[in-house]
């Protein structure tokens, strides 16, 4: 599998800087959240935060009652880094030799795979990981399930933090949940450039049907949806039906370890290569992030029945 028959190890950071490329190419996410490239398995992003309202009027004809304001007291801009501690992933795969020969057996063809397999459990694992997820069979969690257990995605992040918007029964349809998840945001992230609607692909089929079918305020153009022609629908694999995201999602910290092993075993019982990659990464959300995430209103607990009487 590897030149001249030698087993692969620790990659060497060329070769690290072009699998991590493949990666983030080939998971959509990565690219619209911050994704930086990290030499030391715990450690700071840095953050900074912007201090407001300290301007100050200096002219005695600005006020004619009051004159000359003072002056604001000093502030330093105020550091807000993330934390990180990467997590090792490992995948590993049994690569069967007709398939080897087809792909002429070239670790460029090799590592792009194991990128593109790397990079859509990576996907799923940012958005929907959660530590205390409980699987549906009760001591027999599927290959999904145990792999979402591995760290705390931007989903359980975002409800931790608070930075939610509830939708009850009367926003039934996709378009109207997009105006109640709209209407909640604050003023900064309506004009923020880079805000954008970040929604399921089965929310999008909806939405689609609704566009072709009424006239909501949600506008086809160029082949892409725009929420009053301004703000961008993007799908974005594996969110969940009606989690609807609308913001920036830079806040949105992964670091990728410049750590990875590749190794490789000649498995002859199954005619192939025992093919084994082992990544580091982590998963943060910012907590200032621009970014609110829509969900569904608590149920009310049902009221206890009325003892009888006696």
């Known amino acids: 599998m590897a030149k001249e028959g030698k087993n692969l190890g620790l990659l060497s950071a060329k070769t690290t800087d072009k ?47 009051g004159g000359r304001q003072s002056v604001a007291t000093l502030q330093n801009l105020n550091a807000a880094d993330v934390s990180y501690n990467v997590k090792e992933l490992v995948l590993p795969l049994v690569i069967q030799d007709s398939y080897a020969e087809d792909m002429e057996t070239t670790p460029e063809k090799i590592a792009e795979m194991f990128a593109k397999i790397f990079a859509k459990d990576l996907a799923q694992l940012i958005l929907n990981g959660d530590t205390e997820l409980v699987p549906e069979a009760e001591g027999s969690p599927t290959d999904r399930e145990e792999m979402l257990q591995i760290l705390d995605g931007l989903i359980k992040q975002m409800g931790a933090a608070g930075h ?40 999008m089929n909806l939405l689609w049907e609704e566009v072709t079918t009424t006239k909501p305020i949600i506008k086809e153009r160029d082949g892409k949806l725009y929420f009053r022609g301004k703000y961008e629908l993007m ?54 992030i621009n970014m609110r995430m829509l969900v569904a209103e608590p149920e009310e607990p049902e009221e206890p029945e009325a003892p009888e009487e006696p």
């Open 164 to 203: 939610t918007v509830t939708y009850g029964d009367s926003e039934n349809t996709v378009a109207k949940k997009i105006i109640k998840l709209i209407n909640g945001c604050p003023d900064d992230y309506l004009v923020n450039p880079a805000s954008k609607i970040f929604i399921s692909p089965t929310d």
């Open 235 to 288: 799908e974005v694999a594996g969110l969940p039906q009606n989690c609807i995201l609308f913001g920036d999602m830079t806040g949105l910290l992964v670091p990728l370890s410049r750590e990875v092993y590749m190794e490789t075993q000649r498995y002859p019982e199954a005619r192939g290569t025992k093919a084994v990659l082992s990544c580091r990464i982590d998963c943060a959300v910012h907590p200032f």
């Open 19 to 65: 699998f991590l490329d493949m990666v983030i190419k080939n998971a959509p996410i990565l690219g619209l959240c911050t994704c930086p490239k990290v030499d030391l398995p715990i450690g700071t992003y840095p953050v900074v935060s912007m201090a407001q309202y300290k301007t100050r009027g200096f002219s005695n004809a600005h006020n004619s009652s």
